[in-house]
Structures are given as C-alpha cells and as structure tokens.
C-alpha cells in the first residue's frame, strides 16, 4: 500500500505561482512512475505532469514551460511548481503513484482568480 498526502493549493491571482508537495509514505520502494493529474469542474481527469523512477519528466501542452515537476527521493516527496497560472488551471489536482497498481491522494484545490 501507498499513502500519498497532497498540500500547497489556494486561491492565487492571474500570472501567480504556486508549489505543490505529495508526500508518499508505506510501500514506496515499489513506486516506479510518479504524476499529476487535475480535474475542472465538469470536466474529466487530466494528466498534468509525470516523473519516473529515472527522473524523466512530461508534460501536457497546456502546462509546458510553465509548470515543473520534480521528486526528492531523500524526503520521498514530490512536486509541482506552477508559474504564470491561468484561470483555466483551475481545478482540484491529484498526485498519483504508479507501481502494481495507481495510487491516488485526496486532492488539493487551485483556483486561479482576480
């Protein structure tokens, strides 16, 4: 079993930024890929972001050149580090762990506003 605790969303204006941890406790050794995900009100799921085991990263379009994803192995943590945020990258957003099956956190919501 994996557990995976999200923290860092709120409410930011236009143009912000804002980082989002995943903490990752129980079987983590069996963790390969680490992601993102999010999903808008009415809209369905949606990969934001993954990291492997390897440290290889993508990225949806929507998302590239504006947002990060990095892991620290040492604190077993991962994170998004999104800049230039749009009101359309409002939603709540998911970290997800990939070994024999998917894991998934809670979610933390993100809301882009003036």
């Known amino acids: 079993q994996v557990q995976l605790v999200e923290s860092g969303g709120g409410l930011v204006q236009p143009g912000g930024s804002l980082r989002l941890s995943c903490a990752a406790s129980g079987s983590i050794f069996s963790i390969n890929d680490m992601t993102w995900y999010r999903q808008a009100r009415g809209k369905q799921r949606e990969l934001v972001a993954i990291?492997?085991?390897?440290?290889?990263?993508n990225y949806a379009d929507s998302v590239k050149g504006r947002f990060t994803i990095s892991r620290d192995n040492a604190k077993n943590t991962v994170y998004l580090q999104m800049n230039s945020l749009k009101p359309e990258d409002t939603a709540v957003y998911y970290c997800?762990?990939?070994?024999?099956?998917?894991?998934w956190g809670q979610g933390t919501q993100v809301t882009v506003s003036s």
């Open positions: 997800s762990a990939v070994s024999a099956r998917q894991y």
């Open positions: 990291i492997t085991r390897f440290g290889t990263t």
